[in-house]
Structure formats: structure tokens, C-alpha cells
């Protein structure tokens, strides 16, 4: 009790000094810590960028400067910059277009930047995210890419493969030639993205038509709308569409109409494809079908160790989705622009068909194991590829950790942007970047398209790179050969010159490239039937 007594003075002035000290003491703590936090933040140098709103960032800026990717390349241009970082609400885009970072991001810093953003036109199109190219790094990607690595693109895929490809060849030679003999010019994208879609719907649903196509060779209605769907895809996917940045509450909103768009076009891709899965399915479980003569049959009787199926239905349909529209954009694309470069330069076409009538000569067609030799038609697709890219930007990848790219802090979950139109005509890359010349790819070797080259972005750059290369280059080679060894080419009318400017919201030509073919081969060579 004496003890109590004695104490009780000394805890209240012990608690009426130590409390206020104590509270001091914390807000001391937490004010060095704010300020060590503030200190290692600015310490950490971003990339240069514009000046983002309170809250919502750069948000604003693409709603006012359409198209998004224009704006990106006027800023970095203004900036004098090859590293840009743009903040969308919370989410840091990181464009570039310097080589020696691009390398940096894709070889020394890969696997950090191996993921992919969500985004609402990409689990659209990946059917949830069970694909390959549209997927984030995981499980589901990595088996979906063993898959088509091992099973579905590999070189032994490929040569089983060949004669459905080269019908597809002849195929094309037979249009072109009937509308020459209609007295026709060639809509140029109309013929080389027939022949991409004819390629993949042969080497996949073993059929070139989903309707009766037309007796000239060329496409129905059905293929029409089916490939018009797929370009459509292409062009929306990750197009900053604006409520993939937003909060969640918000991205139910389709605040620019992209999400519209991209439902119609899956719908139309999926309206003719999926049928056509659903029926080969049937015609394997009830014993219909025994022989496999396409893709679409290895990824049906695909099996698991236990003998199951080891691919959904739903994989197999998402899967070919993603497929088509891989593999249609960039040949076509490229042997389009080629053709309309070399329109107005006819000294290389000249060029490119000696090399032609050398190797090949006049009494066969040029064939896929002729690719290899043709140095020059291959530096053509190369320069058209770096010149002309099919689409502005790579698919983004995300740091899956913060890093650094080019001595600049990149924070974990950024969106890096390696720009294909940004690396291909950087002026600091390439002499008289916006001139179509083949023959800077010419250095004494093998002009190969598959090859990694950080200048610009072509195939197969990256971990996340395309596995289908070898599909992709060899479809754009024989296209590009096939048009320049079989038929001359000129502007049709009195037309002295193409118009290559592009069209504002994309980068293909902003008409379709016309053009008059002439034979100039003998008449026997020229397929009689499609």
C-alpha cells in the first residue's frame, strides 16, 4: 500500500511528459521516413514524359489527340526522345524507339519483361486469356506455347504442310492472271490478303472457302467478312482504349466505342470458325473422321498422359482465333507496300525480277525451296518490314518487376511499347530512313527474315516473339515472288505514280494499291483451274 502511494505522483508526471515526447518522437519517425521515400523516388530517374493531370493522368491527352499512336510519335519527336512515359490513370506506358534499347528490353532484360497487360480487347480475343499471344505470363501461356512450339508450327509441322501451301500459291497466279484476262486491274489488298486467309484457312480447316468463293479464285462474301473481321481485331487490340485504365468501377463503360467494335469482330470470326471446330469434334468422337490431314485435326487428337484430350474446345477455338489473326497481317501488308514502293521505283523491280529469271528462269514457278536464294526479293519483304510495319506498336509486355531501361527507372507493372514504326524509320538507325531501299539489307550474306535484328521489329524478336516466323517470312516470300515472277506491273490509266500515303488512323496505304498485271511468263505455266 506504501509503495502505491509513494508511486502515484511520479506515474502522473512520468505520463505528462513522456506521452508528448513519445507523440513527437513518432511524427519525427514518419516525417523522415515520407522524406526518405520522396528522396529514393526522385532519386530514381523516369523516363522524360508529358506533365500528367491530377488523378487521371495523360487520359486527357488521348482523348483530344486521335489517333493515340500519332500523338505518342509526335511527343517523342518534340521530346527529342527514344523513351517516353506517358501516365494513363495508373498505368505507366513506356514507348520506344531507340534499337539499343529495344535490345536491352528483349534480350538482357526478357524475362522481366515477359507478361502481357489485361486489357478488354485482349480477353476478348483470347477467349479469357487461354491462348498464347494475348496471355500473361503463366501456366496457361507457357502450355499453350510448348503446344504450338512442338505440335503446331515446328519445322517437321511445317514441311507436312507444304502442298496445302502451294495450292494456295498456284491459287494466287490463277486470280491474278483471270483478271488480267478480264481486262481487270488487281486491287492489291484484296489479292494479298486473300492469299494470306486462303494460306491459314487451308493449313487449319484443310479449306480454302467458308462459302463457294468465285470462279475467277478469288473470295466470296464469307472470306470478306472474314478477313474485314480479323483486320479489325488487329487494329483494335490494345488501342488505349480508354476504360482499360480506368478503375473497375469504370471499365464497364465503352467510353470510346472500342469495345463495340471489338465484340462484332470476334463475333463475325467466331460465327464462321466456330462451326466448323464443333463439327470435326463431332465427326472424331463418333469415329466419322480417323485420318489427321490439318491442324485443326492435331489439335483435336491431341492427348494428355492419361490418354484425354489435352486441349478444351474452347482452347482449340481461342487458339485458332488467334491463329488467323497472326498470321494474315504482316505478309500481306508488307507485299501491298512492296509492290506500291516498287511501282514508283521501277529500277527495283527490275532488279528483283532478274534475280528472279537467274535463279528460277522462265520455264517454272518459283517455289519454297527456292526462298533461300532469292537475296534481293528477300531484302524487298525485309525493307517493306521496316519501312512499313503493319501495325504502330508491338504487343506491350509488362515489367513484372521495377527495372531500368536505358539508365531510366521503370516501375513494376509498366507497359512497354517497343514502336515498330518509331525503330524502323528512326533517323538516328538508318540513313534516308523514309526511302524504300533494299539494298541497305544487302551486306554480303544471307538476307534470312527470321533473323533477330534490334533495328527493327519483325517476327520473332523477343521470348514473347511469334513461334510461327518460319510460317510468316515464308508465306511473305512466296507471295512477293510469285506476283514479281509471274506478272509485270504498272500503274493503271494514265497513273504515273502511287499515292503511299497512309491512312490516318492506321498504317496500311490510305487507298488500296491498284495495279495492271501483265504476264510475262509463257502461257502453259499459268494454273488452268483453282
Known amino acids: 500500500m506504501g509503495i502505491t502511494i509513494a508511486l502515484t505522483p511520479f506515474l502522473t508526471t512520468t505520463t505528462t511528459t513522456i506521452v508528448p ?10 516525417v523522415c521516413v515520407i522524406q526518405t521515400l520522396k528522396k529514393s523516388t ?20 488521348i482523348i483530344r489527340y486521335r489517333p493515340t499512336f500519332r500523338w505518342i510519335h509526335r511527343l517523342m519527336e518534340d521530346m527529342h526522345t527514344d523513351i517516353c512515359l506517358i501516365r494513363l490513370w495508373n498505368t505507366n506506358i513506356v514507348p520506344i524507339n531507340c534499337p539499343i534499347i529495344a535490345d536491352e528490353m528483349l534480350k538482357e532484360k526478357d524475362a522481366i519483361f515477359a507478361s502481357r497487360p489485361m486489357a478488354f480487347s485482349a480477353q476478348c480475343m483470347s477467349g479469357g486469356y487461354v491462348t498464347t499471344i494475348l496471355v500473361p505470363f503463366n501456366d496457361q501461356w507457357k502450355k499453350m506455347r510448348r503446344i504450338l512450339t512442338s505440335e503446331i508450327l515446328s519445322p517437321a509441322r511445317h514441311k507436312w504442310l507444304h502442298d496445302k501451301r502451294a495450292e494456295e500459291a498456284d491459287n494466287l497466279v490463277f486470280y491474278i492472271h483471270n483478271q488480267y484476262k478480264s481486262n481487270k486491274s488487281v486491287n492489291l489488298r484484296v489479292a494479298t490478303r486473300h492469299y494470306c486467309g486462303n494460306v491459314i484457312r487451308k493449313i487449319v480447316f484443310g479449306r480454302r472457302y467458308f462459302g463457294k468463293g468465285t470462279a475467277d479464285g478469288g473470295p466470296g ?46 463475333k463475325i470470326v467466331r460465327d464462321y470458325q466456330n462451326p466448323v471446330v464443333d463439327e470435326r469434334i463431332k465427326e472424331w468422337k463418333s469415329g466419322e ?23 478444351t474446345s474452347e482452347e482449340i477455338k481461342n487458339q485458332i482465333a488467334e491463329l488467323m489473326i497472326a498470321t494474315i497481317d504482316n505478309p500481306s501488308n508488307a507485299v501491298e507496300w512492296a509492290i506500291a514502293e516498287m511501282l514508283n521505283q521501277p529500277e527495283i523491280f527490275q532488279k528483283a525480277t532478274r534475280e528472279l529469271d537467274k535463279i528460277i528462269g522462265k520455264e517454272r514457278l518459283v517455289q519454297e525451296t527456292d526462298i533461300a536464294k532469292l537475296n534481293y526479293i528477300n531484302a524487298c519483304a525485309k525493307e517493306a518490314f521496316r519501312l512499313h510495319p503493319v501495325a504502330h506498336f508491338n504487343i506491350p509486355h509488362v515489367a513484372m518487376q521495377d527495372t531500368t531501361l536505358g539508365g531510366y527507372f521503370i516501375p513494376k507493372v509498366s507497359w512497354a511499347l517497343l514502336s515498330r514504326a518509331g525503330l524502323g524509320r528512326n533517323p538516328n538507325t538508318w540513313q534516308d530512313p523514309l526511302k524504300f531501299n533494299p539494298e541497305r539489307h544487302l551486306d554480303g550474306g544471307e ?17 514473347r516473339g511469334c513461334v510461327g516466323s518460319l510460317l510468316g517470312s515464308c508465306m511473305t516470300t ?35 494499291v491498284i495495279a495492271f498485271a501483265k504476264p510475262r511468263l509463257a502461257p502453259h505455266l499459268y494454273p488452268t483451274s483453282s
Open 221 to 266: 462474301r464469307e472470306e470478306i467478312d472474314h478477313v474485314d473481321a480479323l483486320f479489325d481485331v488487329i487494329k483494335y487490340v490494345y488501342a488505349f482504349c480508354i476504360s482499360d485504365y480506368l478503375p473497375s468501377f469504370l471499365q464497364g463503360f465503352d467510353f470510346d466505342g472500342q469495345k463495340k467494335i471489338i465484340l462484332r469482330a470476334n
Open 289 to 311: 473422321r480417323k485420318l489427321v490431314e490439318d491442324l485443326l485435326d492435331v489439335f483435336i487428337t491431341l492427348q494428355n498422359s492419361d490418354g484425354r484430350p489435352l486441349l
Open 21 to 30: 515526447a513519445l507523440i513527437i518522437i513518432l511524427i519525427t519517425i514518419v
Open 478 to 512: 512466296m507471295l512477293l515472288a510469285r506476283m514479281l515472277q509471274c506478272f509485270s506491273w504498272s500503274p493503271p490509266g494514265n497513273a504515273i505514280r502511287v499515292d503511299l500515303a497512309e491512312v490516318v488512323d492506321a498504317l496500311c496505304p490510305a487507298n488500296p
Open 447 to 463: 538476307v534470312v527474315l527470321t533473323k533477330h535484328d534490334p533495328r527493327f521489329v519483325i517476327f520473332n524478336t523477343g521470348r
Open 42 to 61: 526522385t532519386q530514381k530517374k523516369l523516363p522524360p514524359g508529358p506533365k500528367p493531370w491530377p488523378l487521371v493522368g495523360n487520359i486527357p491527352e
